[in-house]
Nanobody, 124 residues
């Protein structure tokens, strides 16, 4: 059974930074893509970023491109999301997810394991 545990969320002022982490266990971490999604109150879950199995390919939602950076450390079975220049509209529960293949895209259906989420709140 795969377990994904997010950490690093919290309350930050607009313009600030946070770094989310997601620790994985239960399946060969380095064989699969990883992604980050988020869900704001009253809204559907949306794609944020994805990274390929070895970290060589990344892809971002247009709303976060240039501000967020996804990375992974396969030796530590951990994926990260560095979030800079945060805006109030970034407020959401952030989820990490493990893809079903080495490369996964922006669709939830391309991911088959999900974490419990971590709350990020950006105040104006």
């Amino acid at each position: 059974q795969v377990q994904l545990v997010e950490s690093g969320g919290g309350l930050v002022q607009a313009g600030g930074s946070l770094r989310l982490s997601c620790a994985a266990s239960g399946r060969t971490f380095s064989s699969y893509a990883m992604g980050w999604f988020r869900q704001a109150p009253g809204k559907e879950r949306e794609f944020v970023a994805t990274i390929s199995w070895r970290g060589g390919t990344t892809y971002y939602a247009s709303s976060v491109k240039g501000r967020f950076t996804i990375s992974r450390d396969n030796a530590k079975n951990t994926v990260y999301l560095q979030m800079n220049s945060l805006k109030p509209e970034d407020t959401a529960v952030y989820y990490c997810a493990q893809g079903s293949q080495r490369y996964s895209g922006e669709y939830s259906s391309q991911y088959n394991y999900w974490g419990q989420g971590t709350q990020v709140t950006v105040s104006s």
